[in-house]
T-cell receptor, first 110, second 116 residues
Framework: TQLLEQSPQFLSIQEGENLTVYCNSS?????LQWYRQEPGEGPVLLVT?????EVKKLKRLTFQFGDARKDSSLHITAAQPGDTGLYLC??????????FGPGTRLSVLP | GAVVSQHPSWVICKSGTSVKIECRSL??????MFWYRQFPKQSLMLMAT?????????EQGVEKDKFLINHASLTLSTLTVTSAHPEDSSFYIC????????????FGQGTRLTVV
């Protein structure tokens, strides 16, 4: 059983479209991170959120941590082909290591 | 961000041989290093956590005698896959963390292991 669920599993959209991917759990996390991984590379950290209800923006990416700190969303505005990749969320309970979700594979077509 | 380097980036080995993968933190001292395994189109699965100078803590189901981890210094950890078999073929990724708890961990670029 996955501690973290991510949806959708796969997403293929046209350049310029907006999208939201979700990370959900029945557990409460002290900290949650989002990563992007390109084929054959290690994951690259995009953001860390620690406060319930927190919203962080990174250019066209908006991250939100749920009020109850059980879920998170990543919204991309005007997606570009360079956004293509595997988006992973990872959550950590207090004093424990991060656990990764299964990921959302995004493909942005030109 | 800090740089973590893995070597080699890819390796092909014969079944029954052993392969060593290195993970180095280039510009910081890593108190903790993590080793992950990732199968095609799947997420990262934590294999073990190692702290400098102490034995690694392995996740359930990971054979410690098969996946030997050494973290002899604050900048280097190694993973040795012993007596490799085709089912060990995978993408192995390390990450390194300077502090404790929530401090950021930086990932290496991964090592693609193919056992033939």
């Amino acid at each position: 059983t996955q501690l973290l669920e991510q949806s959708p599993q796969f997403l293929s959209i046209q350049e310029g479209e907006n999208l939201t991917v979700y990370c959900n759990s029945s557990s409460v996390f002290s900290s949650l991170q989002w990563y992007r991984q390109e084929p054959g590379e290690g994951p690259v950290l995009l953001v860390t959120v620690v406060t319930g209800g927190e919203v962080k923006k990174l250019k066209r990416l908006t991250f939100q941590f749920g009020d109850a700190r059980k879920d998170s969303s990543l919204h991309i505005t005007a997606a570009q082909p360079g956004d293509t990749g595997l988006y992973l969320c990872a959550g950590a309970k207090h004093g424990q290591n991060f656990v990764f979700g299964p990921g959302t594979r995004l493909s942005v077509l030109p | 961000g800090a740089v973590v380097s893995q070597h080699p980036s890819w390796v092909i080995c014969k079944s029954g041989t052993s392969v060593k993968i290195e993970c180095r933190s280039l510009d910081f001292q890593a108190t903790t290093m993590f080793w992950y395994r990732q199968f095609p189109k799947q997420s990262l699965m934590l294999m073990a956590t190692s702290n400098e100078g102490s034995k690694a803590t392995y996740e359930q189901g990971v054979e410690k005698d098969k996946f030997l981890i050494n973290h002899a210094s604050l900048t280097l950890s190694t993973l040795t896959v012993t007596s490799a078999h085709p089912e060990d073929s995978s993408f192995y990724i390390c990450s390194a963390r300077q502090g404790a708890g929530w401090s950021e961990a930086f990932f290496g670029q991964g090592t693609r292991l193919t056992v033939v």
